[in-house]
């Protein structure tokens, strides 16, 4: 009998284990002050939390390949529900923390409800594509499975954390492309994020926007209908992106929205705009080969606000430089492109979506948070994966990871069971 590890992805591992381990030491070095020693035992400090979590990490992920793909298939609606039911449960006894009300405790450990909903979301997701692949239009399934992903996101924006919900939605163009719909309502799903990010940074800009769409559509398609639906799908964006900037967001968020484009403005510099001062001078103090370990003003300083979670890479791009923040971002590549490689090689469309949703969540989570430290993209709080500290997150993306090694490493189980 062959053993369930036979088939598993080695080289994605490994690329995990150097992520996690490239995360405890900025942790560690980030928060240093609550621990003393780098091997300390205790787990009542930032670092010890992470190694306990990345251990709970490891039994999940242990535990998911070992799971028969014929039960995970099954039990997809009934973690769909579970996640539906916990992101409500944590709108009704959840705590506020950062100003989201998303985290639900059971003693002394707490959840993020909004980061274990990825599962659930990209599960079901994936499955309702799969399921009727064989229609004759993948339109109607394709926005019952965007619908499946929007009513997490909704729950998600109730318990104040825009950023997690913006996840969910730029999975729906991803899982779209993968799934077999047209590269056209592919393109108009991209044009709402875009249009919105032009929208906060200059209206010129995003008329102009609006008008090259139109040019666009024409030149692509010849088909007035489509330069009709182009022009229509930015132009609403952009009206409801400056609506819901006037009348829909808090004051704190439309501030940390708006204050990336000039974060040094008076209004800015003194809170929100902090963040990406601060982030900015740690990264430019790091020159080529950094400050070394432990050796970085900004971060020994404590001057950078989350400097152990959202802001992490300030610190590897301080202490570790140019070279190693590159090295990181290769790291994920690499991740990325095998978790491609991965999709292109099961046959199954179930198991094609699940790895390729994996690797669209990553990117979403890499983009964005890199785009925030850099001031390219507005501070909305999305962590770095396997970097970042949180256990909630660890979890969550380790338990994403294990799907997608799973879905390949039992790719020949697609055709018996599902």
Same mark, same amino acid.
């Given at each position: 009998?062959?053993?369930?590890?036979?088939?598993?992805?080695?080289?994605?591992?490994?690329?995990?284990?150097?992520?996690?381990?490239?995360?405890?030491?900025?942790?560690?070095?980030?928060?240093?002050?609550?621990?003393?020693?780098?091997?300390?035992?205790? #787990?009542?400090?930032? $670092?010890?939390?992470?190694?306990?979590?990345?251990?709970?990490?490891? #039994?999940?992920?242990?535990?998911?390949?070992? %799971?028969?793909?014929?039960?995970?298939? *099954?039990?997809?609606?009934?973690?769909?529900?579970? +996640?539906?039911?916990?992101?409500?449960?944590?709108?009704?006894?959840?705590?506020?923390?950062?100003?989201?009300? &998303?985290? %639900?405790? $059971?003693?002394?450990?707490?959840?993020?409800?909004?980061?274990?909903?990825?599962?659930?979301?990209?599960?079901?997701?994936?499955?309702?594509?799969?399921? !009727?692949?064989?229609?004759?239009?993948?339109?109607?399934?394709?926005?019952?499975?965007?619908?499946?992903?929007?009513?997490?996101?909704?729950?998600?924006?109730?318990?104040?954390?825009? /950023? +997690?919900?913006?996840?969910?939605?730029?999975?729906?163009?991803?899982?779209?492309?993968?799934?077999?719909?047209?590269? *056209?309502?592919?393109?108009?799903?991209?044009?709402?994020?875009?249009?919105?990010?032009?929208?906060?940074?200059?209206?010129?800009?995003?008329?102009?926007?609006?008008?090259?769409?139109?040019?666009?559509?024409?030149?692509?398609?010849?088909?007035? &209908?489509?330069?009709?639906?182009?022009?229509?799908?930015?132009?609403?964006?952009?009206?409801?992106?400056?609506?819901?900037?006037?009348? %829909?967001?808090?004051? !704190?968020?439309?501030?940390?929205?708006?204050? $990336?484009?000039?974060?040094?403005?008076?209004?800015?510099?003194?809170?929100?705009?902090? !963040?990406?001062?601060?982030?900015?001078?740690?990264?430019? &103090?790091?020159?080529?080969?950094?400050?070394?370990?432990?050796?970085?003003?900004?971060?020994?300083?404590?001057?950078?606000?989350?400097?152990?979670?959202? $802001?992490?890479?300030?610190?590897?791009?301080?202490?570790?430089?140019?070279? /190693?923040?590159?090295?990181?971002?290769?790291?994920?590549?690499?991740?990325?492109?095998?978790?491609?490689?991965?999709?292109?090689?099961?046959?199954?469309?179930?198991?094609?979506?699940?790895?390729?949703?994996?690797?669209?969540?990553?990117?979403? !989570?890499?983009?964005?948070?890199?785009?925030? %430290?850099?001031?390219?993209?507005?501070?909305?709080?999305?962590?770095?994966?396997?970097?970042?500290?949180?256990?909630?997150?660890?979890?969550?993306?380790?338990?994403?990871?294990?799907?997608?090694?799973?879905?390949?490493?039992?790719?020949?189980?697609?055709?018996?069971?599902?």
């Amino acid at each position: 009998m062959r053993r369930w590890y036979r088939n598993l992805d080695i080289s994605t591992l490994l690329i995990w284990i150097a992520l996690c381990a490239c995360g405890l030491v900025a942790i560690y070095s980030s928060t240093h002050g609550e621990a003393q020693e780098f091997l300390l035992t205790t #787990v009542q400090n930032s $670092f010890g939390r992470q190694r306990l979590w990345l251990m709970i990490s490891t #039994v999940a992920l242990v535990t998911i390949l070992s %799971v028969p793909m014929r039960l995970l298939v *099954r039990m997809v609606p009934w973690i769909y529900l579970a +996640t539906i039911g916990f992101l409500i449960l944590a709108l009704v006894i959840g705590r506020e923390v950062g100003g989201a009300r &998303s985290w %639900v405790y $059971f003693g002394p450990i707490g959840f993020q409800s909004s980061e274990l909903a990825k599962v659930g979301g990209l599960f079901m997701a994936a499955f309702v594509l799969a399921s !009727h692949r064989k229609e004759k239009s993948i339109l109607p399934t394709a926005a019952i499975a965007a619908g499946a992903l929007i009513l997490p996101a909704l729950l998600i924006i109730l318990q104040n954390d825009l /950023g +997690t919900a913006l996840v969910f939605v730029g999975l729906i163009p991803v899982l779209a492309l993968c799934g077999g719909v047209p590269l *056209r309502i592919v393109g108009l799903l991209i044009l709402f994020p875009v249009a919105g990010y032009l929208t906060i940074l200059s209206w010129p800009v995003a008329l102009g926007f609006t008008v090259l769409v139109g040019i666009i559509a024409w030149y692509g398609t010849h088909s007035r &209908s489509w330069v009709a639906a182009g022009v229509i799908a930015s132009a609403m964006t952009i009206g409801v992106a400056n609506f819901a900037l006037q009348y %829909v967001l808090q004051p !704190h968020q439309v501030a940390r929205i708006v204050s $990336f484009s000039n974060p040094e403005a008076d209004e800015y510099r003194a809170n929100v705009g902090f !963040h990406l001062v601060q982030s900015k001078a740690a990264l430019g &103090s790091g020159g080529w080969f950094g400050l070394g370990f432990r050796q970085g003003t900004q971060t020994q300083g404590r001057y950078i606000p989350e400097q152990s979670t959202d $802001f992490v890479f300030s610190v590897i791009g301080e202490e570790w430089g140019f070279i /190693g923040g590159i090295l990181v971002l290769l790291l994920f590549a690499a991740l990325m492109l095998r978790l491609l490689w991965l999709a292109r090689a099961i046959d199954h469309p179930f198991g094609n979506l699940v790895v390729a949703g994996v690797a669209g969540i990553f990117l979403i !989570h890499v983009c964005v948070n890199i785009g925030m %430290v850099l001031g390219l993209l507005p501070v909305i709080g999305i962590p770095l994966p396997f970097l970042s500290y949180g256990g909630s997150a660890l979890l969550t993306n380790t338990t994403l990871l294990g799907l997608a090694l799973a879905c390949y490493m039992r790719r020949a189980e697609f055709s018996l069971y599902v």
